[in-house]
């Protein structure tokens, strides 16, 4: 049986298109016809604006017909997280706050994707200001998993991954600040790659916390995702953070890097807290590698029980600064109840936001204040540095590292949201990653007995990239989990 249009993969389509077995604006249409059908069952986006996706596929059939292609991407529909700024279009971040407002200007990413001949198609679901873990904090409503409509896709780019598992886009892109690129693909059964800090832009990406946010795609394939970093990875002089740094061509690199690699199990994420079939999954895929010749080595991150903790207090602590524009008076919503001007900051506020959000202002506040900055913030930077430590001296063994991405397959939706802890514990192998600003990518490993996708998480060196995604495409070639897709 065929796979249709809107379940294949940047690779074959780009074929298709380069070939003129179909034009860009039949698979938009095809893609656009999909998320009608799904929609109203998964919540992955926000908004869309159909008439101007299609003058976008119109635009690329004409560059083709002239013979001027842009690449890979030209004419290949991509969804975006609404975090991420495109001109003219709505940018919520899935927020009360700013529920109305539209983009003046577009980010890095958005204006690189353009540049690519890439269809920008709609506006992605997330948790509010990217803050959670199973999409259920958005203003919107919550997005839902494909594969089991009760359940969570992730967080906090759910959207992203929601749209893509469902054929709703072809590809998408996300932000990832403690996982939530990389958890919702394992969740959702796809490649979610969250690249090494400073190697993409973060210019017009609305900010959560600026020294962990990172912009990366979600994807069929890692070829595919290997074709989208190479669209947008690059040096920006409008992001001070962005770091120069020579961009490879990422694909082609795909088939000369062959391993045999070395590869660091982290003994301390193999312990309470794993479910059994993720973890048995996990198994499988290092016996995959060891038996294909590569050296499995058991390695230690002895801070690794510290990234909660330093996390929470230093991604809360920059998000109280970050949001502290969203005030009532420049933009954003602002409260028809306010009798002064301190009543528009304070009921702008506490209508803007939700719950979660609140709660991580007021922590951030806390640990910012007089008295308690260097007990807490300051003290989590330090241990970053260790966390940072313990990974570079891993390196100094083994190539990359291997690990579950999520310690559990989705949970139900509802199941979590009163235990916040509960909640921020499904990250807790992806947060060190952040904080100690590496590479790391998820891809699919396997099912549970009850259907629900197991992802598998490499986590590699600084800016090296281009191993990182030759070691997951070697396992990837060799089994067919990227090749299923759920009924809907």
């Not at 991405?405 to 939706?413: E, G, I, M, R, V």
Request: aromatic letters at 8%.
């Amino acid at each position: 049986m065929s796979v249709p249009l809107h379940f294949q993969s940047i690779a074959e389509l780009s074929e298709h298109l380069a070939a003129r077995r179909i034009s860009s604006v039949e698979l938009t249409q095809a893609v656009i016809a999909r998320t009608k059908a799904v929609e109203s069952r998964v919540h992955a986006f926000n908004s869309f604006d159909e008439p101007d996706a299609l003058a976008q596929a119109v635009a690329s059939d004409s560059r083709r017909a002239g013979g001027q292609s842009c690449g890979a991407l030209d004419g290949i529909p991509i969804g975006l997280k609404d975090v991420i700024a495109v001109s003219g279009q709505p940018l919520t971040a899935s927020s009360k706050m700013l529920a109305n407002f539209v983009s003046p200007y577009n980010a890095t990413v958005t204006e690189s994707l353009q540049s690519a001949g890439a269809v920008l198609h709609g506006r992605l679901n997330c948790d509010e200001f990217a803050m959670g873990s199973s999409t259920e904090n958005s203003a919107f409503g919550p997005a839902h998993n494909p594969w089991d409509l009760t359940r969570t896709p992730g967080g906090s780019s759910g959207g992203s991954a929601a749209a893509l598992a469902a054929g709703a886009a072809i590809a998408t892109l996300g932000s990832d600040t403690g996982g939530s690129i990389r958890q919702p693909a394992a969740l959702c059964g796809l490649v979610g790659l969250k690249p090494t800090y400073g190697l993409i832009s973060r210019f017009g990406l609305i900010a959560y916390a600026s020294s962990l946010d990172q912009i990366g795609p979600f994807a069929r394939t890692v070829e595919d995702a290997a074709i989208v970093l190479g669209a947008i990875a690059g040096h920006d002089p409008r992001d001070s953070t962005s770091f120069k740094t020579e961009i490879p061509d990422y694909r082609a690199e795909l088939k000369r890097r062959r391993g045999p690699w070395k590869l660091g199990i982290p003994k301390e994420y193999f312990g309470a807290g794993l479910d059994p079939e993720v973890g048995a999954a996990v198994e499988k895929a290092i016996a995959f590698y060891r038996a294909h010749g590569c050296e499995i080595r058991e390695v230690s991150l002895p801070h690794t029980h510290y990234c909660l903790d330093a996390y929470y207090v230093i991604a809360t602590a920059e998000a109280s600064s970050n949001l502290a524009r969203y005030d009532g008076i420049r933009y954003g919503h602002r409260s028809k109840e306010a009798k002064d001007v301190l009543d528009v900051y304070q009921k702008s506020r506490a209508e803007g936001f939700g719950d979660e959000v609140k709660r991580r202002i007021i922590l951030g506040t806390y640990v910012l204040s007089s008295g308690y900055y260097d007990a807490y913030y300051l003290r989590a930077q330090k241990v970053r540095t260790l966390i940072r430590r313990d990974f570079l001296n891993a390196y100094r063994e083994v190539d990359a590292l291997i690990t579950p991405t999520s310690p559990l397959p989705a949970f139900k939706l509802g199941e979590k949201s009163a235990d916040p802890l509960a909640m921020y514990l499904c990250d807790i192998y992806t947060i060190g990653v952040n904080l100690a600003g590496l590479p790391a990518l998820s891809l699919p490993c396997g099912f549970t007995a009850g259907g629900l996708p197991i992802g598998l998480q490499l986590i590699g060196q600084p800016f090296r990239e281009a191993d990182l995604l030759a070691t997951a495409h070697a396992y990837e070639q060799a089994h067919d989990w990227h090749t299923k897709f759920p009924s809907l």
